[in-house]
């Protein structure tokens, strides 16, 4: 294990399954004997922790985790955690311990305000809790401390394409305060973006066209947001602890201050406000002239012809933030890591996000120990953590990736995260890299339906999509994985294959998302009443954890792996091919070696489809094969990371820089060409770079050995 784990002997033998001799008569007649063996096979580890998993189970988990508020840093989130340690040590767990660091938090002040310009000036909002005093006050983490002043402009979502079309229509957006609604893309992108374009400020809210009274009824009485309702969230796009970026966050180490900090921190002021509050701001732009583009709502666009004051001032504090991780020895291969994890902190109660998830890894977790604690052992060291510090940034499990970054690089096999299980429960919303997708589709059709009118996941899956979306896909659909949630730094810093469990509604983010209205007395009566969605995602989950760490040849695909760059660099050269021939950039060694990629991929599938255990008795020709598909990943690190994003290292996905919820591919192409501005060689080296991990990986699955 890590060198700071208690890494303990295996003792004894792992119960298999029962071979139960039915009985053995001889019969002696005519000097002929006759045997007869009956063989009964038991039920195998993934029938019987899937039986385990239980929606009341679930349902309770939900109850208890989400009861108070619990965010990161404060003494309930310690509690909770600790309440994680009892369960996994009483599940017989191998080993379990708190894995703690030292991080910056961003907490929000009484200082903050909007009000009319001047000393003597109307104040139009200070954040408040409109339901419970005890609960965090409305702010965007991270937000630049300051005090701007200026005329507003309604910006719609924040999306680069919406403030080139303000660019276009002649809105000249310099030193203006932007007015942008929640939705579409990263909180912090829209800042980013605003700042890039000039401007000073921004103010977000949740329209009610979007989550709201538009949409229907709202919460008590129907599932969407009230008016009072208020999203927090951080504002940050550097991911992990800013003050120990790309190391880890030790107590008592060093963290950057001042004019250090800054020059990785968010650089607009921003703050969340309810729509209530919203309109009367929205009001002060008289006239819309140019006229309000569709899709934007019934707003004026501006500038206003009065200026505002936006005063934000939050407090930053160096606090504990507490993993649990708790660790299941592997038999076979204990130096092989798989791991499953999911946050704890929630900016309040946290319902949905994150509780749904965790109470669903939890309840993997109760149903695994049955067997732990009778001796059953994986294969593969199983690796369960709590992460602490999500919602501020990522915080937690990037640390402790940083941490053990060497260990983690060599012996990680993948890892699977859940963190909204059930925001919407239309249908399945996965995110994983390529080589897990056969995986994914077996275990789904291994995997009961949701819903009744399915015959199992798999084709719920499918259905749902059109059902609900109305695309008809061949194949369930596995979208990019970006950033977002906790798997971000095992695959951006260190190419760890990963994927991401959670259903979705075509309406997109569930309404009560980090508001005070995301409980458990929403989430079970507007979202999953029955808790039936959350137990058979559990089992999905399950299924795929226990393939990938009981499984003699590793569950990871190199083939889907080279199709699906084929098809993203196919797609790349074709939705480009202006902007390839205006740079005049080369991809011909590129796209040549996809096709090489693929070649090799094939052949290396067959040479592992045709590998024999009987002509291998040291073991070595499967760890050979294992590992050539756990370090596929791994080829595509860029140590120096993309442009302007060290600590986003993968070639092939990362977040798009200009909304790093998404996931996006050959991210430091795309960024390149999009800024070439007619000078195209930081697009041909982002190119070469592609090229050039492209040939180690086709290598290393080949054996091909040369220096010359």
Request: hydrophobic content about 35%; proline content about 5%.
């Amino acid at each position: 294990m890590f060198d700071r784990l208690k890494y303990l002997k295996y003792i004894g033998t792992p119960k298999r399954l029962a071979l139960i001799a039915g009985g053995l008569a001889v019969v002696i007649a005519l000097i002929v004997v006759i045997a007869v063996v009956t063989k009964k096979d038991g039920p195998t580890i993934v029938e019987r922790v899937v039986k385990r998993i239980s929606s009341e189970g679930i349902r309770g988990n939900i109850k208890y985790f989400a009861e108070e508020p619990h965010p990161a840093g404060g003494q309930r989130n310690l509690d909770l955690g600790a309440e994680v340690k009892r369960r996994w040590e009483s599940y017989g767990f191998d080993d379990v311990f708190n894995n703690d660091y030292e991080v910056l938090l961003s907490l929000p002040t009484e200082e903050s305000y909007i009000k009319y310009e001047g000393n003597d000036g109307e104040v139009l909002y200070k954040p408040r809790n409109n339901e419970d005093s005890n609960i965090i006050p409305p702010f965007n983490a991270f937000s630049k401390n300051a005090k701007v002043t200026g005329q507003i402009v309604y910006v719609n979502y924040g999306r680069v394409e919406d403030l080139e079309k303000l660019k276009d229509l002649g809105v000249d957006l310099t030193d203006k305060i932007a007015i942008c609604r929640y939705g579409k893309i990263f909180r912090g992108s829209k800042a980013q973006n605003a700042h890039e374009k000039g401007m000073i400020g921004m103010i977000l809210y949740s329209d009610p066209a979007d989550s709201g009274s538009k949409r229907g009824k709202v919460y008590p009485n129907g599932q969407w947001l009230p008016d009072t309702g208020v999203q927090r969230g951080n504002v940050k796009s550097v991911k992990g602890d800013i003050s120990t970026h790309l190391f880890p966050s030790y107590e008592g180490g060093y963290h950057a201050s001042g004019d250090e900090l800054a020059k990785i921190a968010p650089k607009i002021p921003v703050i969340p406000i309810p729509y209530n509050d919203i309109k009367g701001i929205h009001q002060l732009i008289q006239t819309s002239t140019p006229e309000t583009p569709e899709g934007w709502g019934d707003y004026n666009i501006g500038p206003s012809t009065k200026s505002i004051e936006l005063n934000v001032k939050t407090n930053d504090t160096l606090a504990l933030c507490r993993n649990i991780i708790g660790v299941i020895n592997g038999e076979v291969e204990p130096d092989r890591y798989v791991l499953i994890g999911v946050h704890r902190d929630a900016w309040i109660h946290g319902a949905v996000d994150p509780v749904s998830g965790m109470a669903t890894i939890l309840e993997i977790s109760r149903a695994l120990g049955e067997d732990v604690k009778k001796g059953w052992r994986p294969r593969r060291t199983i690796i369960f953590a709590s992460w602490d510090a999500e919602e501020p940034g990522i915080m937690g499990s990037f640390e402790f990736v940083e941490d053990f970054m060497v260990s983690l690089k060599h012996k990680a096999v993948a890892y699977i995260n859940m963190d909204s299980a059930a925001g919407g429960i239309q249908m399945l919303k996965m995110k994983s890299t390529p080589n897990m997708i056969s995986l994914l589709y077996k275990a789904a059709s291994e995997t009961g339906s949701p819903k009744p009118s399915y015959k199992n996941m798999y084709d719920f899956w499918i259905g749902a999509e059109k059902e609900y979306n109305d695309k008809d896909y061949e194949l369930p659909l596995v979208q990019l994985i970006g950033s977002g949630s906790d798997y971000t730094a095992f695959l951006q810093e260190i190419g760890v294959s990963c994927v991401d469990f959670a259903y979705k509604s075509n309406y997109g983010t569930y309404p009560t998302y980090h508001t005070q209205y995301d409980t458990y007395k929403w989430l079970s009566t507007y979202g999953d009443q029955n808790f039936t969605y959350h137990k058979y995602l559990g089992d999905f989950a399950a299924r795929t954890l226990l393939s990938l760490a009981n499984d003699e040849m590793l569950p990871l695909s190199a083939v889907d792996y080279a199709n699906k760059i084929k098809e993203l660099t196919d797609s790349l050269m074709e939705g480009n091919k202006a902007e390839i021939e205006a740079l005049d950039l080369d991809m011909a060694g590129m796209s040549t070696l996809t096709e090489e990629f693929v070649a090799a991929a094939k052949e290396f599938a067959e040479h592992a489809s045709a590998y024999s255990k009987s002509d291998d008795e040291s073991g070595l020709a499967l760890r050979n094969i294992n590992d050539k598909l756990m370090l596929m990943d791994r080829q595509f690190i860029h140590e120096q990371g993309l442009p302007d994003r060290p600590s986003f290292r993968h070639l092939i996905f990362a977040p798009s820089s200009t909304n790093t919820y998404a996931g996006s591919a050959f991210p430091g192409i795309g960024d390149e060409m999009k800024r070439a501005q007619g000078d195209p060689k930081a697009t041909q080296k982002q190119i070469g770079l592609v090229t050039a991990k492209l040939e180690a990986v086709t290598r290393s699955i080949s054996d091909e050995v040369s220096f010359s």
